[in-house]
């Protein structure tokens, strides 16, 4: 157990932690993903309409602008975070958001590449609503139309003339290195026992596997701004440690949010046996409710693709399986822990952002969307 | 059917239609080959040597340079053939090889990438004499592997500060894009019935699938040698023209090639009713034979990874079944058909390379590796 598991008992309520950003904060992080998706969609549009047919159709459905019969559908491309955080990083450096669209694309193109990929992998049959696209073009059209969205991302950045797009296309590339290292690992803890798995570890895996590309996009944004190795480091740990913050708070609507609003089922993180960052610090919390946990875990159904297939009709037992696991993970003190430790992640975002733009007004428009995405209850 | 079928029917003998390479171009390919591997492999391990431990442990049995349990293994990375490309086209061109080495490192990774993927989407067990990637580590182990292959193929390009480093990343996307879509092609051909499948529809599958590649390779050879887009544009097509050749080749040694050699089991193209080129010529050649065929590749067992698990008992009866077809597609031209095919193809890529590089002799090197590659017998 590491020490940043000593607060792990403890019990805070989460509004005394930290004041919720005010309305206009709310609003400005709104506006700045609104304005993101103006300015990605028609490039991100282009690069999917220069597929070749077949490859087209299955990505024009994973980011909603097709269902799955090809007419057209009102699109959900997600809320277009890590772009706004390309262009708002820009902005923060003094650059023109408008030079770096390419370079924004890039990231969202990339993002979802490893989405179609991880879907695969995990067996995941939900995403924004939606059916996953291996289940409905096969696991062959996911994994293919994964591979030539990262081709596109880094044909975007290659024809782009910018100064910055090497450096842009080399930081990118190790990121998805990062990405895929993180996923195995994701992929290697499901089979591992809950008691050999060390909050390290997790922390380590949701790193790799969240903070690389927020961290990534941020330094994109120093890059193409110009800005110095100094500044493109710092703004690179901000996202990471922003990125951490978010996925703390991700495995916390994955057990307790609500499904209406989170686009996937109850307790499907659970139901998955994922090591989510709260059921890790409850197990490690050496509470008797850890204990339990630790029985309650070891019992719930295997989740080879197989055996979920086989095991659909029993989604009753599973989902009250998954409601006492929850419960017992915030007893043993997972919920607490995650929030605290998600502000505390916080907290050094913010001193990553500040060495690289210490001007609090054009600092601004990050902290509005990492507070954003750490708050967020949808 | 195509014209390019007209002399299907034909029955010639292979000796007959161009004369063999002598002793000395076989030579000089194969030198041309072991001097790629010189060139590269230093690059590719250092490549290799940069990924995380996991994934780098995937990648290096993959290579051939540990065995499974993580002991080093003598290495079995394939013949080369398409970094040999990229410098022969370089020197061809009168460019340095030795500047273009990262290219043809980005080249031979990014064919790697698409076998590691190819493999799980075809339930493919074996390549290279040993088990594919995913029987050992795992379909999520192969998928991940191969993303990291395919950014690290861009990650080279990306910190490579030649010149005509940007335009090989341009050119290397697309080609992956046209990559996935003969392979998504490819696909979708193997769940259709041989009578709905027209032989321009294969050829165009194997163009995109083997061609691309083939011709990107020589084509960035030509952009690391400086000379300009007709001579590039020539080379390009001198490769797809090859590579297409060498296909037709490599189907007429996936049906009739002796599996010691090939390293993969008789007849397994067709157990997998692979949409191979001689097969889909059989079929539309219209004779006697070719109904037979039909009949024959109607019944062969299905291919759907359960299924092909579950009738591994049933090995013997499904190769004497291949034997049976595989007689069947010769008896109705498929061989002969291909064969002829290749030859024409060949001639083609000839006339391609003596667009971009006039004089004979500094043509030599890729010429030979074109004939190599299509007279294998290994």
Redesign the interface.
């Known amino acids: 157990m590491t020490d940043t598991t000593t607060d792990t008992a403890g019990t805070v309520d989460a509004t005394e932690r930290a004041p919720l950003p005010g309305p206009g904060e709310q609003h400005e992080a709104v506006e700045i993903l609104a304005a993101a998706r103006r300015y990605v969609d028609p490039e991100l549009r282009r690069a999917i309409d220069?597929?070749?047919g077949?490859?087209r159709r299955i990505a024009l459905y994973h980011f909603g602008w097709e269902h799955a019969d090809g007419t057209p559908a009102a699109g959900n491309a997600g809320k277009a975070i890590r772009p706004a955080l390309v262009l708002t990083a820009v902005r923060a450096l003094g650059g023109d958001p408008a030079m770096a669209v390419r370079a924004a694309t890039a990231v969202e193109l990339t993002h979802n590449?490893t989405l179609l990929?991880d879907d695969?992998?995990d067996g995941d049959t939900t995403r924004r609503h939606r059916p996953t696209v291996w289940t409905v073009f096969?696991?062959?059209?996911a994994?293919?139309?994964?591979?030539?969205l990262?081709?596109?991302a880094?044909?975007l950045?290659?024809?782009d003339p910018h100064p910055g797009?090497?450096?842009a296309?080399?930081r990118l590339?190790?990121c998805?290195?990062?990405l895929?290292?993180g996923?195995?690992?994701d992929?290697?803890l499901e089979d591992r026992s809950p008691d050999e798995v060390t909050l390290e570890e997790c922390l380590a895996m949701a790193e790799a596997k969240t903070g690389a590309l927020l961290g990534c996009a941020c330094a994109l944004g120093s890059v193409y701004a110009g800005a110095g190795r100094d500044e493109t480091e710092a703004l690179d740990g901000f996202g990471r440690e922003a990125g951490l913050a978010f996925q703390l708070i991700d495995d916390v609507i994955g057990i307790w949010g609500d499904p209406g609003q989170t686009g996937k089922p109850a307790g499907a993180d659970l139901a998955a046996r994922k090591k989510s960052l709260p059921v890790v610090a409850a197990l490690a919390s050496g509470t008797s409710a850890a204990a339990e946990l630790a029985e309650l875990y070891g019992r719930l159904p295997g989740t080879s693709r197989g055996e979920r297939a086989g095991g659909e009709g029993a989604g009753a037992d599973a989902l009250q399986d998954a409601a006492r696991v929850a419960r017992a993970v915030e007893n043993a003190g997972g919920r607490d822990w995650a929030q605290v430790h998600a502000a505390d992640r916080m907290s050094r975002a913010v001193d990553q952002l500040a060495r690289a733009v210490p001007d609090p007004e054009s600092a601004g428009g990050l902290l509005a969307l990492a507070e954003f995405v750490t708050r967020r209850t949808h």
């Open positions: 220069s597929l070749p077949s490859l590449f990929h695969v992998m096969g696991e062959a059209g994994i293919l139309a994964g591979d030539a990262q081709a596109l880094q044909q950045l290659a024809e797009a090497s450096e296309a080399a590339t190790a998805v290195v990062e895929c290292a996923q195995l690992a992929c290697a």
